[in-house]
């Protein structure tokens, strides 16, 4: 039954992690003097988030019954005619985000448990992956530009915070201001583009804007010839290729797995990094008019899915591989936003959700079977050991390279279906990076299951790799039972250039994670498998975004798409004679050949592709560019303007020369201070002659 959604409840949603975030954040830790303890913290922080995902699924029901809410909830202030407000949009999107983002945020808490059992900002941590949800949310329920602003930066601000969880260690100092300043540049992109829609619309409420959309596309940048919906467009979605890490603003996330293994999970897979993906679908009456901002979408989204999926294939740190697959997913999504297929873009959104959790989750639970070794070249044999992680893992890995009939299969599939009936610019390079991503992802995905669950046992030996693999120092040692055989007693002081001993030792063996550990791998695995079955036909082909996405008549994907299903069933089986499923097939076929039958494969090729190699090592050299150029150029402007600027110009001619004036002027005038009053009266009778001289012409007349 259709109706109107209490906005008292919706308000609630938000509201609870925030209050549990207080009282772990701020009760929990130093700042009141540890008034409560672990317990309390995490228990106070995981009610609240059940509590917005009990609301999220009561409101997400009441959605699908009709109802919906747009208004204002607060408002803050009026500026010449324009509203400032606090404000919730609930709808198909929105509610099916809420349910998404508090569903993984609650396995992540319950994780949280085990995984963090021996840190010593326990408290701290679960105040802050709480505050992150309350950051997700008002981002997601947002009706206005501004709340829409608020949520993107404070998740960004959260995200900063997590990666740099661990302080005292200079890589993580590092990666948090890393992934902090690019974002910054995608932020700079995104508040022009809220600016010239605010400027030239006069509102910031969603639908007021989408109402005046006609007017503004008739409209360009003053100045050019620009549409200016155009150049909004771009500018909103450079926004989104600093928070969804799309080429070149990719850099700050591998970088970003530094942080605890839970928040890459959280933040890096499920819900942060598809802000972008959201927003534009979000926006799509205004992208909808605008080809240009479309194909740019598609390209970039292209080079994305593709060449970030190469850089998998080297990785040997098991977080950032499935960091890398998270990239080229993102690109996927990107791709499909660029096809207007939206419907399509959200849909992977929400598979890729619950698959990349659980394969971020069963890589924290390997990191503490290994005793906090994630070199996957250690590994090998652990399904015996760990088989809780091992099959979760596995069904993680099936839905991710998208066999069919797993959540993945039905919404990369739909992805590749819609780049091959699209026809805008871009659309042919897009078509091959979609397929040729497929083979490259079930090879990379692949070659570290087969690496880490099968094959020889490696671990419990001298290693032969060295650390040249990151190590997530800071897994808890009560979490697998055994404390570290070399007692660092603080692993804050550690960072991965010291050569302590990371790993089982000899005669040690893995063994599977706690409960608290393994049953949020089984919660996730769930959705994993069926989701997609389940949710292609009403997402997708019937009317669940019906008047909350928009595709113009000129773009055909879904439509096409649309005649063509015939059923979550058919697809499946149709799919076993289509091109992407074979790629997928032989993709893991080769891992399965190079790392199990014959691993002087890859030797071989690292042997004769050196620099091939060499360029992937150096992730395609996009780090030392922005060194070079970006980071080097300001430090060159910044001395330009230290020397120039500060030196020269405001210390030596403002501040030294005006002294030096005076000083000078001081001197001379010095010079007529003798003490004499005989040359006093001089100066004077030669003042009053020069007086009359000058005056002289008046009295003639």
Not at 413 to 424: C, G, P, Q, Y
Not at 575 to 586: F, M, R, Y
Not at 638 to 654: H, M, Q, R
Request: aromatic share 14%; charged share 10%.
């Amino acid at each position: 039954m259709a109706g109107t959604l209490n906005p008292n409840l919706l308000l609630a949603v938000p509201l609870a992690p925030l209050v549990g975030s207080a009282i772990a954040g701020l009760l929990g830790t130093k700042f009141f003097g540890n008034v409560v303890g672990r317990k309390t913290s995490h228990t106070a922080t995981i009610l609240g988030v059940l509590i917005a995902f009990i609301l999220s699924a009561m409101t997400f029901n009441e959605v699908l019954d009709g109802a919906t809410y747009n208004g204002t909830v607060y408002h803050w202030m009026t500026v010449a005619g324009i509203n400032f407000e606090v404000g919730f949009q609930i709808d198909t999107l929105s509610a099916m985000m809420m349910c998404v983002v508090t569903f993984v945020s609650l396995m992540v808490h319950i994780y949280t448990i085990g995984y963090m059992a021996e840190d010593e900002g326990y408290n701290r941590f679960f105040s802050y992956i709480s505050l992150f949800t309350f950051s997700m949310l008002m981002l997601v329920m947002a009706n206005n530009f501004l709340q829409l602003f608020f949520g993107w930066e404070a998740v960004g601000l959260v995200s900063y915070l997590l990666i740099g969880f661990w302080y005292k260690r200079p890589t993580a100092i590092i990666a948090n201001m890393k992934a902090f300043l690019v974002n910054r540049v995608g932020d700079f992109g995104f508040i022009l583009g809220i600016g010239l829609l605010l400027a030239y619309a006069g509102t910031m409420n969603y639908q007021e804007v989408f109402a005046k959309k006609d007017e503004l596309a008739l409209l360009t940048l003053p100045g050019t010839d620009w549409a200016l919906l155009t150049v909004a467009c771009i500018c909103l979605f450079i926004g989104a290729m600093g928070k969804s890490a799309q080429f070149p603003l990719h850099v700050w996330l591998p970088d970003s797995m530094e942080g605890p293994t839970p928040i890459s999970a959280l933040i890096h897979a499920a819900t942060m990094v598809t802000a972008g993906i959201f927003m534009v679908s979000r926006m799509s009456p205004l992208f909808e008019l605008s080809d240009t901002a479309l194909s740019f979408i598609l390209v970039i989204g292209s080079i994305t899915a593709l060449f970030m999926g190469f850089l998998g294939i080297i990785q040997n740190d098991i977080k950032r591989v499935v960091a890398y697959s998270t990239l080229s997913q993102l690109g996927y999504m990107t791709v499909a936003l660029g096809c207007s297929a939206y419907s399509v873009a959200v849909f992977h959104l929400m598979t890729h959700a619950f698959f990349k959790a659980l394969l971020f989750l069963g890589a924290g639970s390997v990191i503490i079977g290994m005793h906090h070794d994630q070199d996957i070249r250690n590994m090998g044999g652990l399904r015996k050991y760990m088989p809780i992680t091992w099959i979760t893992s596995l069904l993680g890995s099936l839905a991710l390279i998208g066999t069919p009939f797993f959540s993945g299969f039905y919404s990369k599939d739909s992805i590749i279906e819609a780049v091959h009936e699209t026809h805008i610019w871009g659309a042919g390079f897009a078509n091959f990076a979609v397929l040729a991503g497929v083979f490259v992802t079930a090879f990379y995905s692949f070659r570290m299951y087969f690496l880490v669950f099968h094959g020889k046992e490696r671990f419990g030996q001298a290693h032969a790799h060295g650390h040249d693999a990151h190590h997530d120092a800071h897994a808890p040692k009560a979490a697998h039972g055994a404390h570290d055989a070399h007692g660092h007693d603080d692993h804050h002081e550690e960072d991965e250039d010291d050569h302590a001993h990371h790993g089982l030792e000899p005669g040690q063996k893995p063994h599977e994670s706690p409960f608290v550990v393994w049953f949020p791998l089984v919660m996730l695995a769930i959705p994993s498998v069926i989701i997609g079955y389940l949710a292609i036909g009403p997402m997708l082909h019937g009317d669940f975004f019906k008047n909350v996405i928009f595709v113009g008549e000129n773009h055909k994907a879904m439509e096409i798409l649309g005649e063509e299903f015939h059923g979550a069933m058919a697809m499946a089986i149709h799919s076993l004679t289509t091109l992407p499923l074979w790629l997928a097939i032989a993709g893991v076929a080769s891992a399965y050949y190079c790392y199990m039958i014959n691993p002087r494969v890859p030797a071989w090729f690292f042997a004769k592709f050196t620099a091939v190699h060499t360029l992937l090592e150096n992730k395609y050299y996009m780090d030392k560019f922005n060194e070079v150029v970006f980071a080097g150029g300001a430090r060159l402007l910044g001395n330009g303007l230290w020397n120039v600027g500060d030196k020269t110009l405001i210390d030596g001619l403002l501040v030294n020369g005006s002294a030096k004036v005076v000083n000078w002027f001081s001197k001379l005038a010095r010079l007529g201070q003798t003490g004499y009053i005989y040359h006093y009266a001089f100066v004077m009778i030669l003042g009053i002659l020069g007086f009359l001289v000058y005056f002289l012409p008046f009295w003639h007349a």
